[in-house]
């Protein structure tokens, strides 16, 4: 399959730079305006044990984030976990999770969106039954921080369900080997 020539899309960070601030901010917007509703009111409050909270929940979630790209990749792709490699490129300031195999397309989009749902929307979900503002705070970060997975996906899509996808280890970069 390798041996014939892929089609290559690969994506421009500046783009998704811009997509992510929107995609923080509209939801941001959107879950504070649901708190308002469900609570009265909108009370913030600022503290030291917030901004710690704050900052180890952004790293924590980034972490499980990536986790959960790894574990698509097992249970949708087949993937071992031995093929799996997962870090940050702080040259281009991303953290990722990749492997060294080809995966089928509808598996890899699959892959793609499950961090979305399980560190965005469930984090949001809870946030807004616990009141956690923190929490409510960092799950619009972490769907705003999954602009590069939509983008990703919505290239996919274009391609049948049978395709075999490659990621490029290096760069936000895939091979997509069309099916015969």
Known sequence: MEQQDPVIVELELQ?????????TFLPLIGLLLIRFFLEGGLFLSFSLWYFLYFIIGYILLIVIHEFF???????FCNIPWKNM??????????????????MDNKGIRKALLLPFWMTGVLPAVIALYI????????????????????????ELKKFPDNAMVKDDPELPKLYIYPAK
């Open 131 to 154: 009141g956690d503002g923190v929490l409510l705070t960092l799950s619009a970060m972490l769907i705003g921080g999954a602009a590069g997975d939509f983008a990703m996906y919505k």
């Open 85 to 102: 490699d997962y870090g940050v490129n702080l040259k281009m300031g991303v953290a990722y999770a990749t492997a060294d195999r080809l």
């Open 15 to 23: 783009k998704l730079a811009k997509q992510s601030i929107w995609l």
């Open 69 to 75: 790209h790894l574990l698509g990749f097992r249970i």
